[in-house]
């Protein structure tokens, strides 16, 4: 089983580095394509807070695959979604709904939502694999590792050790690219590009920008809820502009019926 979207979604990991403005619903996703962007990718954090939920699969599962599937019928490129932890589906189920919303590719990342933490590195992997099995060439499998997020309970060294460690299993599990969400250092990215064969995804930061992620290897920079918080921020501020400018309007003089 194969899909032209996600043989272009899988090619682009391979070359320029591939720049992924996420989206959380048909607007936003038509003005990233209309930018000249390749492919649209969403962003759970995003999609939840605009339903009305929190991210971290609080938001109903079926609410989360039904805007990728308004957003995939609203673009003409791939679409991949953020499907955060899989939202407790079986990998059957899971590779029929990333497929019935018109995604060509998925984040699963490792972070228990039940449990809390880390999953097992190796129970991740064999759900992985599943996912691979059921999917066969049709989705594009981004694994992220979440060893560098807090409630990871790593730190140090560790961290980046843990993410090498998972990375590697992820890809001998079939996934196509990994995610070490959270680093912040070049150095700790640079060994986990080294030490992971294949695509690695990363984030910018204040040591990351778009010339040093490519300079280091990165195939796919993403940027989670940040264009849909910048935008809140954004109307936040003018509001705030506007009440001020609306206190100091004059009064009308319009005379109620009471006054006459």
């Known amino acids: 089983m194969s899909d032209r979207n996600a043989d272009l979604l899988r090619e ?23 930018a000249g962007f390749p492919v649209v990718a969403t962003s759970s954090a995003a999609v939840a807070d605009a339903l009305g939920y929190e991210d971290g699969e609080r938001a109903p599962w079926r609410e989360m695959f039904a805007a990728v599937a308004r957003i995939a019928r609203a673009v003409p490129v791939p679409v991949t979604m953020d499907a955060e932890a899989g939202y407790g589906l079986e990998p059957e189920q899971l590779v029929a709904e990333l497929l019935a919303a018109g995604a060509a590719g998925c984040n699963l990342e490792d972070t228990d939502h039940r449990a809390g933490g880390l999953a097992d590195a190796a129970a991740q992997a064999d759900r992985l694999a599943a996912v691979r099995a059921a999917a066969g060439d049709a989705l594009v499998i981004n ?118």
């Open 12 to 34: 682009l990991h391979h070359g320029k580095l591939l720049v992924l403005p996420n989206a959380w619903d048909e607007e936003s996703a038509s003005l990233v394509v209309a």
């Open 143 to 260: 694994a992220r590792i979440d060893t560098f997020l807090p409630p990871s309970g790593l730190a140090g060294p560790e961290r980046t050790a843990e993410a090498i460690r998972r990375g590697r299993r992820y890809r001998e599990a079939g996934a196509d690219c990994v995610y070490p969400i959270g680093i912040s250092s070049a150095a700790d990215l640079a060994k986990v590009v080294e030490g992971v064969p294949g695509p690695v995804n990363g984030n910018t930061g204040a040591e990351l920008d778009l010339d040093t992620l490519a300079s280091l290897g990165v195939a796919r920079v993403s940027f989670g809820p940040r264009f849909y918080r910048a935008g809140r921020a954004a109307l936040r501020s003018g509001l705030e502009e506007l009440r001020r400018a609306a206190a100091l309007l004059p009064a009308t003089g319009v005379v109620s019926e009471k006054e006459c």
